[in-house]
């Protein structure tokens, strides 16, 4: 019976494990940029690096344009490689940004944070712990005006057993030169990211607090905090070893702050999520979340608002060939194909078979 | 005799209940949110005691905002709302179940009426209910139970686009045996838009439906239903006026099984529809009532264990129209677009879904061209299954996306392999 137990509970580490991208992560309706806090997917990594203790051995290329932002209807090129060495694991990922892209740097003016890089380094020593060295530096003397950018970031986390803890922090980022003037500067103050988790009968309980704040320097200097508080529930029930439902529903409480006021966001998120492997070469996935009981943002004048069609249905698809992965989202392809832009009308297009797409390589 | 009668229901039950979605019930010629006699989950907003038939299910209905007329949204093939949810069997035998972003068209268009007069344009509707949450428990005990709350509550104080919406409803069901009775009341809705220019208010008066069904054998089904919501609006153009929408259907269904992996369905209903707004004094009233006896018949074959198509074919044995102050309310509309892109909104409840005339001038008509022709498939994969509607793709990958295949040609589109998707998962 311990055997059988034992063999279920590893395959069903194995089904959930053997996935990894921002495609999965999204149709299953969690945070792309860092992965999530209750599914196990090797994108969590990007929220804790001691995770990769777990998920290593792969190299993952996420297909997308060479864009300074990201979004699941425009992704941007990135990918790396993950691999054990002895009782250690390390890895190398390239492409990956903080989130603070072209909006909040004036589009073309500041220099965004390119060509960036992430070393992670994860041992376990009964205690899996992790950790992450980001790092992105650019320059263009083409211009009128010499334009650079910097940026370094530092993560850290340890999983002890049922708990994790992370902290993922950005210590600089800097983008001085624009367009206009050479003494003009976008800067990144010490911001960070700092939660954890613990899984108690089947159920992991979730919080993280992340605060930033960033100066636009021009004529005059604008600042823009942010701080947000998520405290949730996530549960991973497994129907047998190839599927699996997921439910969490997670307080978020956030509040942005520039010179006209605050900006303050109470939800109360939902999300119901189904994984299954349809047949050996198949996995789907879908997902649908709504805001329910809180949903008010109250802007800077003090007036709330709901936010209208918080709904938001997501599907993905597995195409499994051995130790080769493609992930991608479906469902976003437009009946109409005169269309440039993706669009969610409930339409499972076989032309643009998967979105989004990441393919991954175990090894 | 007895075994073989109940292995026929238990098979027949198993190959319909087996898909689960707005797009199947659409393709066999049934209204999208739910079927008097064919078994899917979307029975559930009939009657809520059909959660006792059903096992452990998660369902995803692709989509996103819907059409959208400013604050309105209709859930359109051509552009579908998302919504989903989960039902589950505890374990002291009763069901629980949570669906997320079900909004129904009626009541859609009931705020749509209240939002407008003859100026108005789709900017300037009221809010529709919105992040609806829709909550089911049913049980066994002497009969099968079932209840449901339905509640949405959004608003904006942000100056220049303020409104509020709200509502409250319950739904009630039981079935035992051959029979089976449900009723809807609905315990209260409001909306409000003050910064609109004609700053229009709606508010629910009375909404309640009731009907139930009983099992002539276990193929044929009789079934009656009626629905009544009346509603107060008001706005700076016109005076107060009070709305009723009326809705009776009287029908008999029959499925028969024609082999293993086959069932045919054939419906005869009479509908009789009346929509009316009353001004308290002075105006014109406007009104549109519609009786129409439609015949369906449709059928569902498992093609290959990972493919189910079906399709059905409806048309009215008797269909009119009678339509009277459309004009002088809302309206004479530019061209025919108008019907869907601005304010003229009974004639779009009128012309879209209720079949009336275009001219809007008022008089008695047939509804004409009448028969729709429907399809759908299922891929199964064990217990996944996806289905859609097909043959809904226009030759031309630039046209919209229609709901019906008589009205694309006849295409078979291997691109848009399936709309309206649905994900059903069991378990």
Do not use: C
Request: proline content about 2%.
């Amino acid at each position: 019976m311990k055997r059988q137990t034992l063999v279920i509970a590893g395959l069903a580490l194995l089904s959930t494990n053997a996935f990894a991208s921002k495609a999965r992560v999204e149709a299953l309706g969690q945070d792309a940029a860092h992965g999530s806090e209750y599914i196990s997917d090797s994108r969590n990594v990007f929220r804790n690096p001691a995770v990769l203790n777990d998920t290593k051995n792969y190299l993952v290329t996420e297909w997308g344009t060479a864009a300074s932002s990201d979004s699941a209807t425009a992704p941007r090129a990135e990918g790396g490689f993950f691999r054990e060495a002895g009782s250690f694991a390390y890895g190398l990922y390239l492409g990956n940004s903080n989130g603070l892209d072209t909006t909040n740097r004036n589009g073309t003016n500041f220099l965004n944070q390119v060509n960036a890089m992430d070393l992670f380094f994860a041992g376990d020593m009964g205690v899996k712990w992790g950790a992450k060295l980001h790092f992105a530096s650019s320059k263009d003397e083409t211009g009128t005006f010499e334009k650079k950018n910097s940026a370094f970031g530092l993560g850290l986390g340890a999983v002890m057993g049922a708990a994790e803890a992370y902290i993922d922090l950005t210590l600089s980022d800097k983008s001085t030169g624009a367009t206009a003037s050479a003494s003009h500067e976008w800067k990144q103050k010490p911001s960070f990211l700092l939660g954890g988790s613990y899984a108690w009968e089947g159920t992991t309980f979730f919080a993280n607090y992340a605060s930033s704040k960033y100066e636009v320097k021009t004529t005059s200097t604008a600042t823009t905090k942010g701080s947000a508080i998520n405290v949730g529930a996530g549960r991973t029930m497994e129907i047998n070893p190839t599927a699996r439902i997921y439910t969490d529903v997670t307080l978020k409480l956030a509040t942005d702050e520039v010179a006209a006021g605050k900006t303050k966001t109470t939800k109360l998120p939902v999300t119901l999520g189904v994984e299954a492997e349809a047949t050996s070469w198949l996995t789907l996935r879908g997902s649908v979340s709504q805001n329910v009981i809180l949903n008010d943002t109250k802007n800077t004048a003090g007036k709330k608002s709901s936010t209208a069609n918080s709904t938001d249905v997501n599907a993905g698809a597995t195409l499994n060939f051995g130790k080769l992965k493609v992930d991608g989202v479906i469902g976003t392809t437009d009946s109409n194909r005169a269309a440039t832009t993706a669009a969610e009308k409930g339409v499972l297009a076989t032309d643009n078979l998967l979105t989004r797409v990441g393919v991954t390589y175990m090894f | 005799m007895k075994k073989l009668l109940t292995v026929g229901t238990a098979l027949l039950l198993l190959s319909t209940s087996a898909f689960a979605s707005k797009a199947r019930l659409q393709a066999l010629g049934e209204d999208k949110d739910g079927s008097f006699y064919i078994p899917d989950y979307r029975n559930l907003y009939f009657n809520p005691s059909e959660i006792n038939s059903l096992g452990n299910m998660a369902v995803l209905e692709w989509g996103n905002a819907g059409q959208t007329f400013g604050g309105l949204s209709l859930d359109f093939d051509s552009a579908t709302k998302a919504q989903g949810g989960v039902l589950y069997s505890l374990s002291n035998g009763m069901k629980v179940g949570a669906i997320l972003g079900d909004e129904t068209d009626v009541a859609a268009l009931t705020r749509a009426l209240a939002s407008n007069s003859l100026t108005a344009t789709a900017s300037q509707f009221l809010q529709t209910a919105d992040n609806v949450l829709d909550v089911f428990v049913g049980g066994s005990a002497a009969v099968n139970w079932g209840a449901n709350l339905l509640y949405t509550n959004s608003r904006s104080e942000v100056t220049g686009s303020r409104y509020k919406q709200n509502s409250l409803a319950t739904r009630l069901g039981a079935n035992s045996g051959a029979w089976n009775a449900h009723l809807l009341l609905a315990l209260g809705a409001k909306a409000e838009a003050p910064d609109n220019t004609q700053v229009p208010t709606y508010k629910g008066k009375f909404g309640a439906r009731v009907g139930g069904g009983y099992d002539l054998s276990p193929e044929s089904k009789v079934f009656v239903m009626y629905e009544s919501y009346s509603w107060k609006q008001d706005n700076n153009v016109t005076e107060e006026r009070e709305g009723s929408f009326n809705k009776g259907i009287l029908g008999y269904g029959h499925t028969k099984k024609v082999n293993d992996g086959g069932s045919l369905f054939a419906k005869a209903q009479v509908e009789a529809t009346n929509i009316k707004l009353s001004a308290v004094t002075g105006l014109v009233q406007a009104k549109i009532n519609r009786l129409a006896i439609p015949v369906t018949i449709g059928y569902e074959h498992v093609a290959k264990d990972w493919l189910t198509l079906r399709g059905s074919v409806v048309q009215n044995l008797w269909g009119t129209v009678k339509d009277e102050g459309l004009t002088a309310n809302f309206g004479t509309p530019a061209s025919a677009a108008d019907f869907s892109t601005t304010g003229k909104t009974l004639r779009l409840l009128a012309n879209g879904r209720y079949g009336s005339s275009t001219s809007g001038n008022g008089g008695k008509k047939t509804l004409a061209n009448s028969t729709t022709v429907n399809a759908g498939a299922t891929l199964t994969f064990g217990s996944l299954s996806v289905d859609g509607l097909v043959a809904a793709t226009p030759a031309s990958r630039t046209g919209t996306l229609n709901s019906t295949a008589n009205t694309n040609g006849g295409v078979l589109a291997l691109d848009n392999l399936e709309t309206r998707v649905a994900l059903t998962y069991k378990f």
